[in-house]
């Protein structure tokens, strides 16, 4: 098992990415090489202050002399700096030097670089991101995140597809539910784009050729309390819909933490609940998650929050790792392959 982690990429790098990567390597004993690649200089000068033992034969150290910054414009800065953290870093698994790619950096920067250099699977349009979403039956991913934000009604059907391989492949569901985020559940809601995305999936669902089950549109509520494994969106809707849903966990939990601090009575029986608090927590938190697999490519590339922690970080190297261990690529493969033999 072996990673390739953009140590530049993120808004407080490299310090997070160094801790995250330290905590990764004590963590997870598959986790056979550990490629950081980044400012050489500034990893060996942060590395020690992190727990990270640069003579460890896990760690090696990649050079890069670029950095993407988080306002570039991704696919233009992909062309324009080749020597950056996330270009190298995806060259790794081009190579097969790494079997997956973490970075907090660029989003555009990283899904550029991953339909350049390491190509789309045949039969897939689009790359999207699938961001999972804790929900009353499991884990609901929100596809997609971010990667597509001006997307087509057949990138959508793609993403269902590519969804519910993820799901069975990943989390054991054998049928996935497949729902298309909307402002009504009713079939007859929603705008031009949705309405047609709407129809192409019912009628495909319709052949009895689909790897999902098709529930219809599904509004924001459904996406934590209904039994939906897949919600179909674009990536701009997608961004919003998942920053939203991590911006209302953090300002509830300060607010509960408000009103527990208010008085000792509170406080009291706060302590008595210090458990319940910390599961909901955990439950909640963007960073137990870690990082989105971008599905679609010919390799792994995890895609974490800009704002992420050294927790985040760490987490997101663990996705990358359970996707290779799971083999997420070769369920979409094998999808897609019935589906063609079928056709």
Same mark, same amino acid.
């Given at each position: 098992?072996?990673?390739?982690?953009?140590?530049?990429?993120?808004?407080?790098?490299?310090?997070?990415?160094?801790?995250?990567?330290?905590?990764?390597?004590?963590?997870?004993?598959?986790?056979?090489?550990?490629?950081?690649?980044?400012? /050489? !200089?500034?990893?060996?000068?942060?590395?020690?202050?992190?727990?990270?033992?640069?003579?460890?034969?896990?760690?090696?150290?990649?050079?890069?002399? @670029?950095?993407?910054?988080?306002?570039?414009?991704?696919?233009?800065?992909?062309?324009? *700096?080749?020597?950056?953290?996330?270009?190298?870093?995806? @060259?790794?698994?081009?190579?097969?030097?790494?079997?997956?790619?973490?970075?907090?950096?660029? #989003? $555009? +920067?990283?899904?550029?670089?991953?339909?350049?250099?390491?190509?789309?699977?045949?039969?897939?349009?689009?790359?999207?991101?699938?961001?999972?979403?804790?929900?009353?039956?499991?884990?609901?991913?929100?596809?997609?995140?971010?990667?597509?934000?001006?997307?087509?009604?057949?990138?959508?059907?793609?993403?269902?597809?590519?969804?519910?391989?993820?799901?069975?492949?990943?989390? $054991?569901?054998?049928?996935? *539910?497949?729902?298309?985020?909307?402002?009504?559940?009713?079939?007859?809601?929603?705008?031009?784009?949705? *309405?047609? #995305?709407?129809?192409?999936?019912?009628?495909?669902?319709?052949?009895?050729?689909?790897?999902?089950?098709?529930?219809?549109?599904?509004?924001?509520?459904?996406?934590?309390? /209904?039994?939906?494994?897949?919600?179909?969106?674009?990536?701009? #809707?997608?961004?919003?819909?998942?920053?939203?849903?991590?911006?209302?966990? *953090?300002?509830?939990?300060?607010?509960?933490?408000?009103?527990?601090?208010?008085?000792?009575?509170?406080?009291?029986?706060?302590?008595? +609940?210090?458990?319940?608090?910390?599961?909901?927590?955990?439950?909640?938190?963007? @960073?137990?998650?870690?990082?989105?697999?971008?599905?679609?490519?010919?390799?792994?590339?995890?895609? !974490?929050?800009?704002?992420? #922690?050294?927790? !985040?970080?760490?987490?997101?190297?663990?996705?990358?790792? /359970?996707?290779?261990?799971?083999?997420?690529? +070769?369920?979409?493969? /094998?999808?897609?392959?019935?589906?063609?033999?079928? +056709?």
């Amino acid at each position: 098992m072996k990673v390739a982690l953009d140590v530049m990429g993120g808004d407080r790098a490299p310090e997070v990415n160094l801790a995250g990567a330290a905590a990764a390597l004590a963590d997870f004993p598959t986790l056979k090489k550990l490629h950081l690649v980044g400012d /050489e !200089a500034a990893i060996r000068a942060g590395a020690a202050a992190h727990g990270l033992k640069l003579d460890d034969p896990r760690i090696a150290i990649v050079p890069s002399t @670029e950095v993407i910054a988080m306002c570039e414009a991704g696919a233009t800065a992909i062309r324009r *700096k080749k020597q950056s953290s996330i270009s190298i870093a995806m @060259e790794l698994v081009k190579s097969g030097d790494a079997d997956a790619f973490v970075s907090a950096g660029n #989003t $555009g +920067a990283c899904v550029a670089a991953a339909q350049i250099k390491l190509r789309l699977i045949p039969g897939i349009e689009r790359a999207g991101i699938a961001s999972g979403l804790p929900n009353e039956h499991g884990v609901c991913h929100l596809l997609d995140a971010g990667a597509n934000p001006e997307a087509k009604p057949s990138h959508l059907l793609g993403y269902a597809i590519m969804g519910s391989a993820f799901s069975r492949g990943v989390y $054991g569901v054998k049928k996935p *539910k497949v729902g298309i985020m909307s402002n009504g559940e009713e079939d007859e809601k929603g705008t031009a784009f949705t *309405k047609e #995305t709407f129809q192409l999936v019912k009628d495909f669902a319709a052949t009895g050729k689909a790897p999902f089950e098709f529930i219809g549109n599904v509004e924001g509520h459904d996406l934590f309390d /209904e039994e939906l494994h897949v919600c179909l969106c674009d990536g701009f #809707t997608g961004n919003i819909v998942l920053k939203t849903a991590e911006a209302t966990a *953090k300002a509830m939990s300060k607010w509960l933490k408000q009103a527990i601090m208010a008085g000792p009575v509170r406080k009291a029986g706060a302590l008595l +609940a210090k458990g319940a608090f910390a599961e909901l927590k955990q439950r909640a938190s963007a @960073e137990s998650y870690g990082g989105s697999p971008l599905l679609g490519v010919n390799g792994v590339v995890i895609i !974490a929050h800009g704002g992420s #922690t050294d927790v !985040a970080i760490r987490n997101a190297i663990r996705v990358g790792v /359970e996707s290779v261990d799971h083999k997420v690529n +070769a369920h979409i493969r /094998e999808a897609l392959a019935a589906l063609s033999a079928e +056709a």
